[in-house]
T-cell receptor
Framework: NAGVTQTPKFRILKIGQSMTLQCTQD?????MYWYRQDPGMGLKLIYY???????DKGEVPNGYNVSRSTTEDFPLRLELAAPSQTSVYFC????????????????FGPGTRLTVL | GENVEQHPSTLSVQEGDSAVIKCTYS??????FPWYKQELGKRPQLIID?????GEKKDQRIAVTLNKTAKHFSLHITETQPEDSAVYFC??????????FGAGTTVTVRA
């Protein structure tokens, strides 16, 4: 298993450009997440998905969009890049059954370091 | 939403000593509390977690304690080693699938 993979590893964007951060997992996890990590800060949830075709906003969704057409893929789209979106982006996935007492580890991808100039 | 505070932000310890990191949370409904370790330039990785029906959990040199009444939980690392140097994040799960993270503690183990 490759686990959670992300591309690209690094990217520099100009203000106003758009791009898609790719995330794929091969563990058949139903839950997937996008976080951003700013220097000296914890991880902030951008969007998450509980299964194919279902997505929802997290704590900091403005300026981003997501889709989940398959179980494996969860791309994150930046439409009009702004300097405030300079950050490290982590995708994560986990598996849970539909029971309130069920909690499972979130596995993280290697991250994408994005700079907007 | 859930608010997690983590202290201290930096911690320097002598090799062999213990390290303690403390977190508080705001949502009394939170019932899952994982701890992640992130080495420089790498992804966060789970090192230990605790559920609300348990007060303490140990795994070799690391342990986590939970006080639900006071809404705080702590990570304890004993006999610290240089490879323990990293950033540690606590988190709380206030519903079934969303984690709220603390701001992190940078631990440096001095040889």
């Amino acid at each position: 298993n490759a686990g959670v993979t992300q591309t690209p590893k690094f990217r520099i964007l100009k203000i106003g450009q758009s791009m898609t951060l790719q995330c794929t997992q091969d563990m058949n996890h139903n839950y997937m997440y996008w976080y951003r990590q700013d220097p000296g800060m914890g991880l902030k949830l951008i969007y998450y998905s509980v299964g194919a075709g279902i997505t929802d906003k997290g704590e900091v969704p403005n300026g981003y969009n997501v889709s989940r057409s398959t179980t494996e893929d969860f791309p994150l789209r930046l439409e009009l890049a702004a300097p405030s979106q300079t950050s490290v982006y982590f995708c994560a996935s986990s598996y849970r059954v539909l029971a309130r007492s069920s909690y499972n580890e979130q596995f993280f991808g290697p991250g994408t370091r994005l700079t907007v100039l | 939403g859930e608010n997690v505070e983590q202290h201290p932000s930096t911690l320097s310890v002598q090799e062999g000593d213990s390290a303690v990191i403390k977190c508080t949370y705001s949502d009394s409904a939170s019932n899952y509390f994982p701890w992640y370790k992130q080495e420089l330039g790498k992804r966060p990785q789970l090192i230990i977690d605790i559920r609300s029906n348990v007060g303490e959990k140990k795994d070799q040199r690391i342990a986590v304690t939970l006080n639900k009444t006071a809404k705080h939980f702590s990570l304890h690392i004993t006999e610290t080693q240089p490879e323990d140097s990293a950033v540690y994040f606590c988190a709380a799960c206030s519903n079934d699938y969303k984690l709220s993270f603390g701001a992190g503690t940078t631990v440096t183990v001095r040889a």
